[in-house]
């Protein structure tokens, strides 16, 4: 299985959890995803997901003038946002556990 | 900022490309994205120093990436159809037929009103007076020849439009016309809206207090028109009675379209006469020159002599 399929469905589980940790601009956003494991994390996929978490309520964001280049805009998290991710949470480690168990148990193949 | 130098050009054009890709996301939305997006392009190219492209892969793929995780799915319509596609489009969906087709059955309405427009507006460019009794019919000659201009007017036109459903050469002719009548309703309406009331109203009112205002024989008046002993009609025109007081006109409520004169000082004048109206959103005079039908009579008295300016 492509790594970058198992993210699409975390994608936006993995971005609440590092906006929730402090609040961050588009670039740093990916900067930080990247940092913690997720190098082939597409740049359009962090952008777009932050985008439609905002539309949806997850995410609020503010404007910051930047010393380099145009302003940024900062995410934070929202209530509802916080919500999700603890929904996330459950559901992956859920998730997880019951992969791991079928994945770790050793099934005898017979020639 | 030291590296922005070489680098926006090639930002831009990714950044253009992006949004060309994108062109059928709606305006804000997309506008939002972009700016996002153009941020993070302009720290992407700064970091690694070299092409946005080489770094992100083309920029088709890049929107289509952005579009996917955004949530935003490529609408049904091609975003370039042109004009042309979108009127036929228009125009074969069911609702909008079904929309003509009842326009079709509604046209002799149509018919009927632009004859009447047609006679009304060439009135008013002629600078005709209007009927006094019946303020919607222009006197040509008289209101009744007016009167007999607008039924002749109707029924051509009503002829013109039966004619013209068998006759499809026409209707480019027609078209032409019924653009231009349509124009010339707006300043019908603006007349008609701002005629005299018809005289036949005041003889049913009975008086039995003093109406305030200005009026004649207990009718209120809505305007006075002065001429001079030769005929010529008298513009701005101030009016006082014998104590002094101006004559003023003031309507109930504010009128927008009244021209109003105004002292130095900036003060008003309500008695200035004949009271005049702008077009609408205009600062130009409707009809500068229009008076009641009245034939100054020949004087004989010797006029008084003018007295000599000067103070």
Redesign the interface.
């Given at each position: 299985v492509d790594r970058s399929q198992l993210l699409r469905g975390t994608?936006d589980a993995a971005a609440l959890a590092v906006v929730a940790e402090q609040d961050g601009?588009?670039?740093d956003v990916?900067r930080r995803l990247r940092a913690a494991g997720l190098s082939d994390v597409?740049?359009?996929?962090?952008?777009?997901?932050?985008?439609?978490l905002y539309?949806a309520g997850a995410l609020t964001s503010y404007v910051e003038p930047?010393?380099?280049?145009?302003?940024?805009?900062y995410y934070g998290i929202t209530a509802r946002g916080r919500a999700q991710l603890a929904e996330a949470r459950t559901a992956w480690a859920d998730f997880s556990q019951t992969l791991s168990n079928l994945l770790e148990t050793d099934v005898e193949v017979t020639a | 900022v030291t590296t922005a130098a070489h680098v926006p050009s090639d930002v831009e054009t990714y950044l253009a490309r992006v949004r060309a890709a994108l062109a059928d996301v709606p305006a804000d939305e997309r506008d939002d994205l972009l700016a996002e997006v153009e941020a993070s392009l302009h720290e992407t190219a700064s970091e690694s120093g070299g092409s946005v492209a080489a770094q992100l892969g083309p920029p088709e793929d890049f929107a289509a990436e952005l579009r996917s995780a955004a949530g935003l799915h490529p609408s049904a319509a091609p975003p370039a159809a042109g004009l042309r596609e979108t009127i036929e489009r228009l125009a074969n969906s069911p609702r909008v037929a079904g929309s003509l087709r009842s326009l079709r059955e509604l046209a002799p309405i149509w018919w009927a009103v632009r004859g009447y427009v047609a006679v009304a507006a060439l009135a008013l460019a002629a600078g005709a007076s209007w009927s006094v009794a019946h303020g919607a019919v222009p006197r040509i000659g008289n209101a009744k020849l007016g009167a007999i201009a607008i039924l002749v007017a109707v029924a051509a036109s009503i002829a013109l439009g039966l004619w013209s459903r068998r006759t499809p050469q026409a209707r480019l002719a027609l078209s032409v016309l019924n653009v231009a009548l349509l124009a010339a309703v707006v300043p019908v309406a603006v007349h008609l809206s701002h005629r005299t009331q018809p005289a036949v109203a005041t003889q049913i009112v009975v008086q039995t207090e003093i109406v305030p205002g200005l009026a004649y024989n207990g009718t209120p008046l809505d305007n006075v028109y002065p001429y001079s002993r030769d005929g010529r009609l008298l513009h701005d025109v101030l009016l006082y009675t014998g104590a002094g007081t101006p004559l003023n006109l003031r309507a109930k409520s504010y009128d927008p379209l009244r021209r109003i004169l105004f002292t130095k000082a900036g003060g008003r004048i309500y008695n200035a006469f004949p009271v005049r109206y702008y077009q609408p959103g205009t600062t130009t005079v409707l009809r500068p020159n229009a008076g009641p039908n009245v034939k100054v009579p020949r004087i004989t008295t010797p006029p008084l002599p003018a007295k000599k300016r000067g103070r």
């Open positions: 994608l601009y588009g670039y990916l597409g740049d359009a996929s962090v952008y777009g997901t932050l985008r439609r539309r930047s010393d380099e280049g145009p302003h940024r805009r | -």
